[in-house]
């Protein structure tokens, strides 16, 4: 089907060689024009034609159930195996963070948020209910999506800097009542979350190719729902959606404004319902 292919092109145009699950095609490397016709997973390399792995999954002795050929568990629709080395899915890391997330929504929209038996959130269990709420519809975008976003309350932090140096941070402490709580915010001041995503242009990277909401495990239960309907309902959700995420803060009038409108209100929206869901349990 040349036709309608990128081969009709005529030209000098660039190959496209970032292609399948946005990896690139390692092709005509060799002086002949020939090359291992092959997509870089990172970890590993993807034959196309075969649709196979030609070397093992890194973390094969953590899934021992499956072949260590094998991709994302054989389940392509439900899985994704972003860099080679596992398949992932969304999956808060406790039951701190999965009770962070749950604060966030509704008592009646709380009942399609459960774990699976693989301990991740289930998505078709979401998917089969409608809500009006924007933190429900935009924790579901967050389950629904390819790329992997994963939840902690913790005190620490692994990142990766420019230089690719893996290195970790401490959250820091939590001043209790630092100014009047407002709808949507705690009062509570101090570092209260942290969201990392595989963005080479900041100077603190996720370790690994995921998107990682950090929560500051020094928070009161309130303050841990209000951060991650910050963190993920504002800075992820607008990542995975590949709008711009972080904020833009400018000098005016000689204080500082932030310029992202579209993060600010995600922000906003997002924080206040969780404030109006948590106490309203």
């Known amino acids: 089907?040349?036709?309608?292919?990128?081969k009709a092109l005529k030209g000098n145009y660039a190959e496209n060689k970032v292609r399948f699950n946005g990896k690139e095609l390692q092709n005509k490397e060799f002086?002949?024009?020939t090359g291992l016709?092959?997509?870089d997973f990172g970890a590993r390399m993807q034959d196309p034609q075969l649709m196979v792995w030609h070397n093992i999954?890194?973390?094969a002795d953590q899934m021992r159930r499956f072949s260590p050929y094998v991709y994302a568990f054989d389940n392509p629709l439900r899985f994704v195996d972003p860099d080679g080395r596992a398949p992932q899915d969304v999956k808060p890391q406790d039951e701190k963070a999965m009770r962070a997330i749950l604060n966030t929504v509704s008592k009646e929209d709380r009942a399609f948020v459960k774990l699976g038996a693989d301990g991740k959130i289930d998505r078709k269990l979401m998917d089969s209910h409608s809500s009006s709420s924007g933190n429900y519809n935009s924790l579901k975008k967050l389950v629904d999506d390819k790329k992997v976003v994963t939840v902690a309350v913790t005190d620490h932090y692994d990142y990766k800097d420019k230089s690719?140096?893996?290195?970790?941070?401490?959250?820091?402490?939590?001043t209790k009542q630092?100014?009047?709580?407002?709808?949507?915010?705690?009062?509570?001041?101090g570092l209260a979350g942290k969201t990392l995503t595989p963005d080479n242009s900041l100077p603190k990277q996720s370790v690994d190719g995921d998107t990682h909401i950090v929560i500051n495990?020094?928070?009161s239960e309130q303050g841990q729902a209000e951060t991650f309907a910050h963190e993920g309902y504002g800075h992820a959700l607008l990542f995975v959606e590949g709008k711009s995420y972080l904020h833009q803060?400018?000098?005016v009038d000689g204080g500082f404004k932030d310029m992202n409108q579209a993060l600010n209100k995600a922000i906003k929206d997002a924080t206040i319902e969780a404030d109006k869901n948590f106490k309203s349990q």
């Not at 630092?178 to 001041?189: D, I, L, Q, V, Y």
Request: charged share 25%; net charge negative; no cysteine.
């Open 164 to 174: 690719g140096n893996v290195k970790s941070d401490n959250m820091g402490p939590i």
């Open 249 to 251: 803060m400018v000098h």
């Open 217 to 219: 495990s020094n928070l």
């Open 1 to 6: 089907m040349a036709g309608i292919s990128d």
């Open 31 to 33: 002086s002949d024009g």
């Open 57 to 59: 999954d890194p973390k």
């Open 178 to 189: 630092e100014f009047a709580p407002t709808p949507g915010n705690t009062g509570e001041g």
């Open 37 to 39: 016709e092959e997509y």
